[in-house]
């Protein structure tokens, strides 16, 4: 909300720095987000009046206004608007001005003819953010005067207020605040309640949502300009002045919080009734906008239907207009959730929801309606009825409670004197009932429904005291490294390592929808007793039917490279037991974009999959080959003999892709993450290695896995390291034997302790070679 300096000033006693005053509130709570500096003492703006204007000989868009500015001679001016009237008063700029933004004015021709000047719009004086035509001026300003005399320099503060701090949605309160906080005295309201009576012109139909109604008749007003002093009070704080009427009901808004309302009271037929909205009941508001109501919405009508929707907005066709002779002024007290209710089911927020919808004073309610009465009456001519029409009953004050002192002392941390205490609370507007130096007991004013129990009270004595003076104390304290962060490191280990390979992490609801029941990776799950939605209706006991939803979105995105993982969890039918999972998926190109030396595109295939699976660093992972009805190429994913999950290349029946897929799917079990310890370091060789190859020739069912396990199965204590590079098998391979396939092999001898001799790797590559052929029967090849 904006606050005008020169608004709170009227109320008390400010800091001479802005920033100060908005360090000293977001200290106590009331953030300060922005300041800003507002006014139009320009030199060489003044105000003039338009006595005549025609159509431009040469611009369809443009006319030519004579105009006076006080100098004793016409000026001629060109001007684009077409929101003004002969007669009407507005800024002229005269040659030799400059505007915001650096705008430098000086006499020209435009299209043909001279302009002597320009007439502004309030965005070119720096008061407004849009330029809908120039500024309509008050028909009381003075002309020629400066317009420095109707926009007076100003500072705005735009203050975040807290929705339990609804005292401070108003000058008054914010003042009221400040003057708690610098311990200046506060310039009360003089304002009194007006003389009341209840009527049957004024009935409630809702009292739950509608406590208490006044309504107060105004006869004879004359509907006008506002004077300059409320138009500059208004448009400070950004709201664009209407006529006198609507402008006093927002300027006590604005001053003391209350919201009002003025409805043109020769357009009401019969009298007031506050209700709930019929199903399928429409009104035209203020906005110009009809509003279908469901039923649930408080409804301000007449007779004849609604004429108000209750705390929002009012009615166009009951508006005032500058025809209206007598109006009917509202002030009520509305449930702050019917109207969060209304305004949210229309989408329609006011600045009346917004105070209503935190609660507004109820001690203030009649008290704004007498104000704006007597503003009525000065400013428009009005006679207001000697009695003000009520129904309901205004809510009761908050409840008084006590206070301890050493309570007190203990939640801050330090010593607080009662004395000091009780001038705080004091300042704050609360009453001391009574006490002894131990507590003491005080009553809530109206305004402060926040304050509800004895830490609130504590809370407002250390915003005031000053969380500065409390000393600091280290409270921190040791913590062993649990499983629960062994974990949390295992897993953030794996996300690195993936990311580092190309792979986003995506995060997908552990609720899946009903029609993904019984299909693909889902034959069943364990559903819940009571779904929010037809979308959540069961746990997930798989990660692959989120992956391959975020893939079918990515795909219509034009993703030409997807990789994909998510770390997560999942329930096992049927008991719904919970453990953590890794999914992976590949699909695509290889690379997001060809390399500008290679333009062949590669795309992304199972040893891709594999490639990541062995970067994780889980240890010695194992694939074998196993049939599944998902899967295209399935394999399984075991560690230490133990089965993780399942891998491979989905059925094309599966996803929407263009190109194969590539998924795997596994357990993490606790243990995983605790038995890998920290990394070993291995110093360099210093002494050389020896490589010799073997050729052999083996079953088509014999699977390289099984070869490497008896090579190493040998414990040579030599044999450093083995890799396979290369394989013949399949088309082309009839030479060699039907059903038989060729393997290679490299391997390496070392000794860290000396350098190996010829006939010292001759020895151990000839046992290795004996113990193939004598274990798996293979064909070894010269």
Same mark, same amino acid.
């Given at each position: 909300?904006?606050?005008?300096?020169?608004?709170?000033?009227?109320?008390?006693?400010?800091?001479?720095?802005?920033?100060?005053?908005?360090?000293?509130?977001?200290?106590?709570?009331?953030?300060?987000?922005?300041?800003?500096?507002?006014?139009?003492?320009?030199?060489?703006?003044?105000?003039?009046?338009?006595?005549?204007?025609?159509?431009?000989?040469?611009?369809?868009?443009?006319?030519?206004?004579?105009?006076?500015?006080?100098?004793?001679?016409?000026?001629?001016?060109?001007?684009?608007?077409?929101?003004?009237?002969?007669?009407?008063?507005?800024?002229?700029?005269?040659?030799?001005?400059?505007?915001?933004?650096?705008?430098?004015?000086?006499?020209?021709?435009?299209?043909?003819?001279?302009?002597?000047?320009?007439?502004?719009?309030?965005?070119?004086?720096?008061?407004?953010?849009?330029?809908?035509?120039?500024?309509?001026?008050?028909?009381?300003?003075?002309?020629?005067?400066?317009?420095?005399?109707?926009?007076?320099?100003?500072?705005?503060?735009?203050?975040?207020?807290?929705?339990?701090?609804?005292?401070?949605?108003?000058?008054?309160?914010?003042?009221?605040?400040?003057?708690?906080?610098?311990?200046?005295?506060?310039?009360?309201?003089?304002?009194?309640?007006?003389?009341?009576?209840?009527?049957?012109?004024?009935?409630?139909?809702?009292?739950?949502?509608?406590?208490?109604?006044?309504?107060?008749?105004?006869?004879?007003?004359?509907?006008?300009?506002?004077?300059?002093?409320?138009?500059?009070?208004?448009?400070?704080?950004?709201?664009?002045? &209407? =006529? /006198?009427?609507?402008?006093?009901? *927002?300027?006590? !808004? %604005?001053?003391?919080?209350?919201?009002?309302?003025? +409805?043109? $009271?020769?357009?009401?037929?019969?009298? &007031? =009734? /506050?209700?709930?909205?019929?199903? *399928?009941?429409? !009104? %035209?508001?203020?906005?110009?906008?009809?509003?279908? +109501?469901? $039923?649930?919405?408080?409804?301000?009508?007449?007779?004849?239907?609604?004429?108000?929707?209750?705390?929002? !907005?009012?009615?166009?066709?009951?508006?005032?207009?500058?025809?209206?002779?007598?109006?009917?002024?509202?002030?009520?007290?509305?449930?702050?959730?019917?109207?969060?209710?209304?305004?949210?089911?229309?989408?329609?927020?006011?600045?009346?929801?917004?105070?209503?919808?935190?609660?507004?004073?109820?001690?203030?309610?009649?008290?704004?309606?007498?104000?704006?009465?007597?503003?009525?009456?000065?400013?428009?001519?009005?006679?207001?009825?000697?009695?003000?029409?009520?129904?309901?009953?205004?809510?009761?004050?908050?409840?008084?409670?006590?206070?301890?002192?050493?309570?007190?002392?203990?939640?801050?941390?330090?010593?607080?004197?009662?004395?000091?205490?009780?001038?705080?609370?004091?300042?704050?507007?609360?009453?001391?009932?009574?006490?002894?130096?131990?507590?003491?007991?005080?009553?809530?004013?109206?305004?402060?429904?926040?304050?509800?129990?004895?830490?609130?009270?504590?809370?407002?004595?250390?915003?005031?005291?000053?969380?500065?003076?409390?000393?600091?104390?280290?409270?921190?304290?040791?913590?062993?490294?649990?499983?629960?962060?062994?974990?949390?490191?295992?897993?953030?280990?794996?996300?690195?390592?993936?990311?580092?390979?190309?792979?986003?992490?995506?995060?997908?609801?552990?609720?899946?929808?009903?029609?993904?029941?019984?299909?693909?990776?889902?034959?069943?799950?364990?559903?819940?007793?009571?779904?929010?939605?037809?979308?959540?209706?069961?746990?997930?006991?798989?990660?692959?039917?989120?992956?391959?939803?975020?893939?079918?979105?990515?795909?219509?995105?034009?993703?030409?490279?997807?990789?994909?993982?998510?770390?997560?969890?999942?329930?096992?039918?049927?008991?719904?037991?919970?453990?953590?999972?890794?999914?992976?998926?590949?699909?695509?190109?290889?690379?997001?974009?060809?390399?500008?030396?290679?333009?062949?595109?590669?795309?992304?295939?199972?040893?891709?999959?594999?490639?990541?699976?062995?970067?994780?660093?889980?240890?010695?992972?194992?694939?074998?080959?196993?049939?599944?009805?998902?899967?295209?190429?399935?394999?399984?994913?075991?560690?230490?003999?133990?089965?993780?999950?399942?891998?491979?290349?989905?059925?094309?029946?599966?996803?929407?892709?263009?190109?194969?897929?590539?998924?795997?799917?596994?357990?993490?079990?606790?243990?995983?993450?605790?038995?890998?310890?920290?990394?070993?370091?291995?110093?360099?060789?210093?002494?050389?290695?020896?490589?010799?190859?073997?050729?052999?020739?083996?079953?088509?069912?014999?699977?390289?896995?099984?070869?490497?396990?008896?090579?190493?199965?040998?414990?040579?204590?030599?044999?450093?390291?083995?890799?396979?590079?290369?394989?013949?098998?399949?088309?082309?391979?009839?030479?060699?034997?039907?059903?038989?396939?060729?393997?290679?092999?490299?391997?390496?001898?070392?000794?860290?302790?000396?350098?190996?001799?010829?006939?010292?790797?001759?020895?151990?590559?000839?046992?290795?070679?004996?113990?193939?052929?004598?274990?798996?029967?293979?064909?070894?090849?010269?």
């Amino acid at each position: 909300m904006k606050f005008s300096l020169n608004w709170l000033r009227e109320f008390v006693e400010l800091p001479n720095d802005a920033g100060q005053l908005a360090e000293l509130l977001t200290f106590a709570g009331v953030e300060t987000e922005q300041i800003e500096q507002r006014g139009a003492d320009f030199e060489n703006v003044v105000v003039a009046q338009i006595k005549s204007s025609e159509q431009h000989p040469n611009a369809d868009r443009l006319s030519v206004c004579i105009v006076e500015d006080g100098s004793g001679e016409t000026r001629q001016i060109v001007c684009g608007a077409k929101n003004y009237k002969v007669d009407d008063k507005v800024p002229l700029a005269r040659p030799g001005a400059v505007l915001a933004d650096n705008l430098k004015i000086k006499a020209s021709k435009l299209r043909g003819v001279e302009s002597q000047g320009m007439l502004c719009s309030a965005k070119e004086l720096g008061l407004a953010e849009d330029a809908a035509g120039l500024l309509i001026l008050s028909p009381e300003a003075r002309i020629g005067a400066p317009i420095g005399e109707l926009f007076p320099n100003d500072t705005i503060l735009d203050v975040e207020i807290t929705p339990n701090r609804s005292d401070l949605l108003s000058h008054y309160g914010l003042a009221r605040e400040i003057a708690a906080l610098t311990r200046k005295p506060l310039r009360g309201l003089q304002m009194a309640e007006p003389a009341t009576g209840a009527g049957a012109s004024v009935q409630i139909s809702a009292p739950n949502e509608c406590p208490f109604y006044s309504a107060r008749r105004i006869e004879n007003v004359t509907v006008d300009s506002s004077p300059a002093w409320l138009r500059a009070k208004l448009e400070a704080v950004g709201i664009r002045p &209407i =006529n /006198v009427v609507v402008d006093i009901a *927002n300027f006590v !808004m %604005l001053e003391i919080g209350q919201p009002l309302h003025v +409805f043109d $009271g020769d357009k009401l037929r019969g009298g &007031i =009734n /506050v209700r709930l909205a019929l199903p *399928n009941e429409r !009104m %035209l508001a203020l906005d110009g906008r009809s509003y279908k +109501f469901r $039923g649930d919405e408080l409804l301000v009508a007449d007779l004849e239907g609604a004429v108000g929707i209750a705390g929002v !907005m009012g009615g166009e066709e009951s508006g005032v207009t500058p025809a209206t002779r007598n109006v009917l002024l509202e002030s009520a007290y509305f449930l702050p959730r019917s109207v969060r209710r209304t305004a949210r089911n229309l989408n329609l927020p006011s600045d009346a929801s917004y105070r209503f919808e935190r609660g507004v004073d109820p001690a203030m309610v009649l008290r704004a309606s007498q104000h704006a009465a007597q503003l009525i009456a000065e400013l428009a001519g009005g006679t207001p009825a000697r009695e003000t029409i009520v129904a309901g009953t205004l809510p009761a004050p908050p409840p008084g409670f006590s206070l301890r002192y050493a309570r007190c002392d203990e939640l801050v941390g330090t010593r607080v004197e009662p004395a000091e205490a009780d001038r705080i609370l004091e300042g704050f507007g609360l009453q001391k009932l009574g006490g002894t130096n131990e507590q003491s007991t005080w009553r809530i004013p109206s305004y402060r429904t926040d304050l509800r129990r004895e830490v609130d009270l504590i809370e407002e004595i250390v915003r005031v005291f000053g969380i500065n003076r409390i000393p600091s104390a280290d409270r921190s304290r040791f913590t062993p490294v649990s499983t629960a962060d062994r974990r949390y490191d295992f897993e953030m280990e794996l996300r690195n390592k993936l990311v580092a390979r190309g792979f986003s992490e995506v995060r997908t609801s552990v609720l899946i929808g009903r029609d993904s029941l019984g299909k693909e990776f889902v034959p069943t799950a364990v559903e819940l007793r009571n779904p929010l939605s037809e979308d959540h209706v069961a746990l997930r006991p798989s990660l692959l039917p989120g992956l391959l939803a975020v893939l079918e979105r990515n795909v219509r995105a034009g993703a030409k490279s997807i990789r994909l993982f998510e770390i997560g969890r999942v329930f096992l039918p049927p008991t719904g037991e919970e453990t953590r999972g890794l999914a992976l998926l590949l699909c695509g190109e290889a690379m997001s974009r060809p390399h500008w030396r290679d333009r062949n595109v590669r795309r992304l295939d199972l040893y891709d999959l594999k490639g990541a699976l062995a970067a994780l660093g889980l240890g010695d992972v194992a694939l074998r080959r196993v049939e599944s009805a998902q899967f295209s190429l399935g394999i399984e994913v075991s560690l230490n003999e133990k089965r993780l999950g399942i891998a491979g290349q989905l059925l094309s029946m599966q996803s929407r892709a263009n190109g194969p897929v590539f998924v795997a799917e596994m357990d993490l079990p606790n243990e995983i993450g605790i038995s890998q310890g920290t990394p070993k370091f291995h110093e360099l060789q210093r002494f050389p290695s020896v490589s010799r190859d073997i050729a052999l020739i083996a079953p088509e069912e014999l699977s390289h896995a099984e070869i490497l396990a008896v090579i190493k199965g040998a414990r040579e204590a030599l044999l450093a390291a083995v890799e396979l590079f290369d394989l013949f098998s399949g088309e082309g391979a009839e030479n060699i034997g039907a059903g038989r396939k060729s393997l290679a092999y490299s391997l390496t001898y070392q000794d860290k302790n000396r350098t190996l001799t010829s006939e010292d790797v001759s020895a151990a590559h000839a046992r290795v070679r004996e113990r193939l052929k004598s274990e798996l029967g293979v064909e070894l090849r010269e």
